[in-house]
């Protein structure tokens, strides 16, 4: 995913090298552009491989796929996966570990309950299932 970003990125750079038109802009785009490539640098230097494996399989930890049962909304269930800030899509239930959603369900088992606070008002979930499918 990083490095589908990364080579996007390279082909932009290109693109903008090769743009003739106003020199200003040109150099504002390479400027904006090598800023986003060093960063993503970063990022890919930086980023662990975690082993959901080796985790506790009957507690939420990084990369749980965890199903969800509110109470307040007729017993639906959600299900959520926790991810790192890079994979988080809300829209398909894929949340940042940093969340506070995510904060709240750490360490949590099947059976737990969690209030959820939004300015909605609170939501108590039930933890119905834990899974590490990659």
Do not use: C, W
């Amino acid at each position: 995913m990083l490095r589908d970003e990364l080579e996007t990125l390279e082909k932009e750079h290109a693109q903008a090298q090769t743009n003739e038109s106003d020199e200003t802009e040109r150099t504002r785009q390479l400027a904006l552009l090598n800023g986003r490539i060093a960063a993503l640098n970063q990022r890919i230097a930086t980023a662990k491989v975690v082993d959901t494996q080796s985790h506790p399989q009957d507690e939420v930890r990084f990369g749980a796929t965890v199903t969800l049962q509110s109470r307040k909304l007729g017993n639906v269930d959600r299900k959520l996966t926790i991810v790192g800030v890079d994979e988080a899509d809300a829209i398909h239930g894929r949340i940042a570990f940093l969340a506070p959603v995510a904060r709240l369900l750490l360490g949590k088992r099947v059976g737990d309950l969690v209030t959820l606070r939004t300015p909605q008002g609170e939501s108590v979930l039930e933890i119905k299932a834990i899974s590490y499918d990659d």
